[in-house]
C-alpha cells in the first residue's frame, strides 16, 4: 500500500469536512501500515510465552483502532459524499439563476440596441417642422444674441423660431386686416366720387342739351 500524501496547509483541500475526511485516512493508513509491520514480524520472533500473547495483544489492540478508524472514515465519507452532492445541487441552482441572468442580461441588451436603433429613426427623420417657412436660424440669432448655441438645445431654438415666427406673423395679420380697413374706406369714397362724378355728367349733359337752342339762335343771327 502506497502511503497518502502528507497533509499540509498548502494543500488545496480547504472545506473543513474534508479536511477531517483527509486526517482520518492519514490516521488509518497509519494505522494500518502498523498492523502491517506488526503481523509481518510475527515469524521473527522468539518462541516464549510472554512474546506471542504481547504481540497478540498488540495486533489485537491495531486491529480494533483500525476498525474504529475504518468506522469513522467511512462515516466521514458519507456525509462528505452528501455535502457534495448537496453543493452539486446549490451550484445546479446557481448555474440555473446565471443562467437566466445571462438571458435578461442578452434580452436587454438587445431591447437597447433596438431602442438606439429607434432613436437614431427618430433623429434621422425628416420632419416637416424643420421645413417650415420660419425665420432663419442665423436671422433669429441675430436678432436673439442671447441664445447661446452650445447651451441651447436645437428642439428649443426651433421652439423659440416658431414662437417668434408665430408673433411677427400676428403683428403682419394685424397690420394687413388694418390696411384692409383703410382700403374699404378708400373703396367707398372712390364709390360716392364716381357716383357724384356721374351725377354731374348727367348735369352736364341736361345743360348742354339746354344750350343748344341758344346757340342755334345765336347762328342764325350771325
Known sequence: MSPLPPFSNTTTITAPHLQLV??????TQQTCLALLTLTSTAPA??????APSSLS???????????????????????ALMGARRTRALTADARAEV???????????????????????????????????????????TLFPEWDP???????????????????????????????????VLVAKNKRRREGLAGLDKELEGF???????QKLFEQEY
Do not use: W
Request: aromatic share 4%.
Open 57 to 79: 495483544l498488540e495486533i489485537s489492540r491495531a486491529t480494533k483502532d483500525l476498525h474504529n478508524h475504518m468506522a469513522m472514515l467511512r462515516g466521514q465519507n458519507r456525509e
Open 99 to 141: 443562467d437566466t441572468l445571462h438571458l435578461q442580461l442578452a434580452n436587454l441588451r438587445y431591447e437597447m440596441e433596438h431602442l438606439r436603433g429607434e432613436i437614431l429613426g427618430c433623429e434621422g427623420f425628416d420632419h416637416k417642422y424643420l421645413h417650415l417657412p420660419v425665420v432663419p436660424e442665423e436671422e433669429f440669432k
Open 22 to 27: 483527509h486526517s482520518t485516512s492519514l490516521t
Open 208 to 214: 348742354v342739351d339746354a344750350v343748344k337752342p341758344i
Open 45 to 50: 520472533l522468539p518462541t516464549s510465552e510472554d
Open 150 to 184: 452650445f447651451e441651447s438645445e436645437d428642439d428649443e431654438l426651433m421652439r423659440a423660431r416658431i414662437k417668434f415666427e408665430h408673433s411677427e406673423r400676428e403683428a403682419l395679420e394685424q397690420e394687413r386686416q388694418a390696411l384692409l380697413k383703410d382700403k374699404q
